[in-house]
């Protein structure tokens, strides 16, 4: 399977590249009142509103650091087909996984935490878009 590995702050995470439409530089975002938290705001994306979430608010990552690309998810992997991106600070690249470097996540974990990937000497998060959507009710 393939993955897409982004940074947020110093660490690593992943997504099924599956669920990836598009990468987009970050551009304005205009903010929604009464927004949950982790809804940094929304961008007109070819025509269509696009929420844009902060998934270091879902994930409790330090958020220092300035995200400037947007992961775009694409729309028809989620119930209700709701267009959705990410802010990250950097897309770093796309890989092959086998299932067999993939570990259960240690511990108490939320539902949007798959596993944990090992890849040389580091711990790649992979996290499900989907399920951290319906988890927080984005």
Same mark, same amino acid.
């Given at each position: 399977?393939?993955? *897409?590995?982004?940074e947020l702050g110093e660490?690593?995470?992943?997504? &099924?590249?599956?669920? =990836?439409?598009?990468?987009? &530089?970050?551009?304005?975002?205009?903010?929604?009142?009464?927004?949950?938290?982790?809804?940094?705001?929304?961008? &007109?994306?070819?025509?269509?509103?696009?929420?844009? $979430?902060?998934?270091?608010? *879902? *994930?409790? =990552? %330090?958020?220092?650091?300035?995200?400037?690309?947007? $992961?775009?998810? /694409?729309?028809?992997?989620?119930a209700d087909a709701a267009?959705?991106? #990410? *802010?990250? %600070?950097?897309?770093?690249? $796309?890989?092959?996984?086998?299932? /067999? &470097?993939?570990? +259960?996540?240690?511990?108490?974990?939320? %539902?949007?935490?798959?596993?944990? $990937?090992?890849?040389?000497? %580091?711990?790649?998060? #992979?996290?499900?878009?989907?399920?951290?959507?319906?988890? +927080?009710?984005?």
């Amino acid at each position: 399977m393939q993955v *897409l590995e982004f940074e947020l702050g110093e660490e690593t995470y992943c997504v &099924d590249i599956d669920y =990836v439409s598009e990468i987009v &530089d970050r551009g304005s975002l205009t903010s929604v009142p009464n927004a949950p938290p982790y809804v940094e705001g929304v961008m &007109d994306l070819r025509g269509r509103t696009t929420s844009i $979430v902060n998934p270091k608010t *879902l *994930l409790n =990552v %330090d958020n220092t650091s300035e995200a400037s690309r947007i $992961v775009i998810f /694409d729309a028809k992997q989620f119930a209700d087909a709701a267009a959705v991106g #990410w *802010l990250v %600070d950097e897309v770093d690249q $796309v890989i092959r996984v086998s299932m /067999d &470097d993939v570990e +259960e996540p240690p511990m108490e974990h939320g %539902d949007f935490i798959e596993g944990i $990937v090992r890849r040389d000497d %580091d711990l790649v998060v #992979w996290i499900s878009p989907t399920k951290t959507a319906t988890s +927080e009710g984005a």
